[in-house]
């Protein structure tokens, strides 16, 4: 009965292709989902924009650009206290963004802890 079978494999292709689809929508998902340091970076970057409103690299330039964004002076790489220190941020606009940083990733490491004794000499 071959009939009978191409229909099996139809059924079998198509139950694949749900798995297919599922697995690749978990995918999207999981990069959408955004971590608690994430959203601690966005929250914490969006009180630094408040107090700092204008494109440091257009002001070196001369221009007054609103800041959209906050990057790092120095990339943090794996250094905690270079990714949280805001004397290692500067606000920059979309464009100045988009040249500095481009689309590499930035990873977001755990927020220190208002308590941390940091800088302290004993
Ligand atoms: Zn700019």
């Given at each position: 009965m071959?009939?009978?079978?191409?229909?099996?494999?139809k059924r079998k292709r198509a139950r694949q292709a749900d798995?297919?689809?599922l697995?690749?929508?978990?995918?999207?998902?999981?990069?959408v989902?955004?971590?608690?340091?994430e959203k601690a970076w966005e929250k914490a970057g969006a009180e630094y924009l408040k107090a700092n409103q204008w494109c440091d690299e257009c002001d070196k330039r001369g221009y007054m650009t609103p800041a959209d964004y906050v990057v790092h002076i120095t990339a943090?790489?794996?250094?905690?206290?270079?990714?949280w220190d805001i004397r290692n941020w500067k606000?920059?606009?979309?464009?100045c963004q988009r040249r500095l940083v481009g689309t590499a990733p930035l990873k977001f490491l755990d927020p220190?802890?208002?308590d941390a004794k940091l800088y302290t000499v004993k």
């Open positions: 071959a009939q009978k079978d191409d229909v099996w494999e798995d297919d689809a697995a690749r929508r978990d995918h999207l998902l999981s990069r989902t955004k971590s608690d340091n943090p790489k794996d250094s905690q206290v270079l990714f606000g920059v606009c979309t464009n220190i802890p208002q």
